[in-house]
């Protein structure tokens, strides 16, 4: 048994040591940091691209094989990764059960008085010659208007005073330790009862479940429908403003929830599943339809929807028009040729033949050229191509954001007050001629408080 | 334009330099001032220029939120040393003590010269979707106050190092008096670099130095860093005692190192890691996401909280604890700049 004990006692030395912890903190570091360089990527590519950047290409097939034997290439998933990150959970709260019961014990014990040898090991002490029957009682003052909490005792070395103050403070360490458990807690919670995954849904369309990243599908349970996605751009620039998908939930054929619009930075929660706005993309669909507003010589607007090559007819005349081009951004080049720049929508444009009795013209319209609307039969504005662009949602549902939230709070709320809210703790002893302070910590502010409280008792005697 | 105003902020704070030497070299009470205000009219300079551009991107954004001009590289430069002279002055008016003047106006110097060197843009730009947050404030301006704060622990850090050990020969010595040596020497390279810079596009960092097309000058340069620091190697013990001339003890200076860490580290851990995993969540979907620059900021977090248990829990003092600091900086740089210069990530309007 005896054995066994002294085992049970090493384990949990070890797991209560300072020194794990310090060392979890450098090797967590050093496998975080070679995370950032070594490309994170399943498929072997990017990892021996990445390599034959420093050796050849044999070398780094090899350099491949060492990465994925440690899992170099997903290393925040992998197993030693994973490993460090419990053991440094572990260590936390082997570190405080270890702790706590002590610190809390000595909140209820009585003090004792400290012997001289102890105080004289304080790194900070000063001691000044002072010779008045009163001091005892203006030391105690002192203290007591600056709200210590004071113990006195007869000593052979004279009167022992132990002042406290915030004591109570020192318990927020564990309050910061728990508070990183609490958000390792979430995370893992979020691994366990939530999903993340992605959809791609083309304007005029919907989807009722999500790609997880390992390319799984994942039912909803409910179809999102995209009505419309557009891009927005700064005027007269290619910078985007912002990124918006306008979307529609139906349940068992009944849309329960319409008119949604989300943006970057702008989320939205249906039945705890949040849909982000990530990105977009062209992708021209048969569904695809162009979209006109045609003025009529009395002012009226008519609007017009029609596919790629299909005619339509222009209102109240007898001309038919049909588009035979598009340009999702066209721009001239130096020699005056029209060119695509981008697959955004930064300047779309159609190419639209007229038909009158035969006779067939054609002329570029540019939705944001305003001059480029006036055609021989009236003013013909290109207002969108719609159903030719998808909209990429980031999908999640994770039940442990709550706790993340939680811990985030106490971390801070505990730091500040481990901080800035530091325990005092002074130790002065009284004798005949001559009063002696003592501090365990090394503080200017200490220091300074110690010279404050000397002035203040030499003030009084003055 | 706001970036001219700030560039003659950066002028005050180059001439604030030789000043701060020569009052610590006579003890000149009239040159200290001077050292002072030269420093502090750079700063209020600094504050219109800030405001300045604050109006110029209100224009665009018309969001007092989202108008803070901390979103790109050269704004989040000018920004950083912003805060590094503001924190100084605030020492310098506690303690009544001007001894780091130097170093932080070498610093403010370099970063300054720097935004006209790496050609990075200064034009006022629109905001991209992804920074169109009120987190945007929060989260950018007490990241950078963090930053500021452990740029000034890393100062005294250095000095209590060079202080406070003996043997010359030991690595904590040789790598603190080098660094220094470097500064200096980039102080100067830098000022160079912009005074021969004809076109301000082309220019590069050094290039009026280590990295000069002429052979010869750029032998002489490399030999001019090297005897640099071979000078600040040899002659630190000679500086060290201008330093006591002063009354900055090892305990003065391992004092404000811990303050400045103390007061940073709680505003980076809520300002940069929590609304930084806020925002993300919001914009992204995802709170962690080991993004290099989410990485970055884990690590700088553990050294300084390595820091902190290193000093409370296993009760290292002196130059050991320092030596942390100046890691920790270190490190700080890295996820600041080394990230966006090597990396590749999230975080991308940070770079060039």
Known sequence: MGKIDKWNDRVWNFFASVDLAVALFIIISIGAAIGTVIPQSIEPEPVIKFFSKFMSISSAHKAYEIVSLFDLNNLYHSWWFTFLLFMFALNLIVCSIDRLPSLLKSFKTSPKPYPLEILEKMPIKSTIEINNDKILEKVKEVFKKKGFLIHLFETKDGVQIQARKRSKTRLAVYLTHLSILIILAGALIGIFFGFRGSMNIVEGTGLNFAISDEGKAIPLGFEVRCDKFEVEYYENSGVPKAYRSYLKIIENGQPVKENIVIEVNHPFTYKGITFYQASYGFQPTEHAEFRFTYFDKKGKEHNISAHFEEKFKIPETSVNAFVIDFSPALGVDEAGRLFNMSTDMINPAVLVVFEEKGKQTQQWILSKIPETWETPYGRLRFNELWGAQFTGLQVRQDPGVPLIYIGSILMCVGLFICLFLRPLNYFVIVSKNKITFYSPTSKGMIEKQIDEIIKETKGDKA | ?352
């Open chain 2, 1 to 352: 334009m706001s970036y001219q105003i700030i560039s003659i902020a950066g002028l005050l704070y180059i001439i604030a330099m030789p000043i701060y030497i020569v009052y610590m070299l006579t003890k000149n009470k009239k040159l200290g001032f001077a050292a002072t205000g030269m420093i502090f009219s750079g700063a209020l300079i600094h504050i219109y220029g800030f405001i300045q551009r604050f109006k110029e991107m209100y224009s665009i954004n018309h969001s007092f939120m989202r108008s803070i001009p901390i979103t790109n590289l050269y704004e989040s430069l000018v920004f950083f040393v912003l805060c590094i002279v503001l924190g100084y002055l605030f020492i310098e008016w506690k303690y009544k003590n001007k001894t780091f003047g130097v170093f932080v106006s070498i610093i403010a110097g370099i970063t300054i010269g720097i935004t006209d060197l790496l050609g990075i843009t200064k034009e006022v730009q629109p905001l991209v979707p992804a920074l169109k947050s009120n987190w945007l404030l929060a989260h950018v301006t007490l990241s950078f106050i963090a930053y500021a704060a452990f740029a000034i622990s890393f100062i005294t850090a250095l000095i209590h190092i060079i202080m406070g050990t003996e043997n010359k020969k030991s690595f904590k010595y040789i790598f603190s008096t080098s660094a220094l040596g470097f500064m200096f020497f980039m102080f100067v390279s830098v000022i160079l670099d912009v005074v021969t810079s004809s076109n301000p596009k082309s220019v590069k960092i050094f290039h009026s130095t280590l990295g000069n097309p002429s052979i010869g000058i750029s032998l002489f340069s490399w030999l001019a860093l090297f005897g640099t620091i071979f000078l600040f190697w040899g002659l630190s013990n000679r500086i060290i005692k201008i330093f006591e001339n002063f009354k900055i003890t090892p305990q003065f200076l391992e004092d404000v190192t811990y303050k400045a860490i103390a007061f940073g580290f709680p505003i980076f851990t809520i300002g940069g890691l929590v609304f930084g995993a806020i925002w993300a969540d919001q914009a992204w979907g995802r709170y962690w996401g080991w993004d290099p620059k989410e990485t970055w900021s884990l690590i700088t977090w553990f050294v300084y909280a390595f820091y902190l248990h290193a000093k409370f829990i296993k009760g290292w003092k002196g130059t050991k604890t320092s030596m942390i600091a100046v890691i920790g900086f270190l490190v700080t740089m890295f996820t600041y700049l080394g990230v966006n210069l090597f990396l590749s990530g999230l975080h991308s309007y940070g770079s060039m």
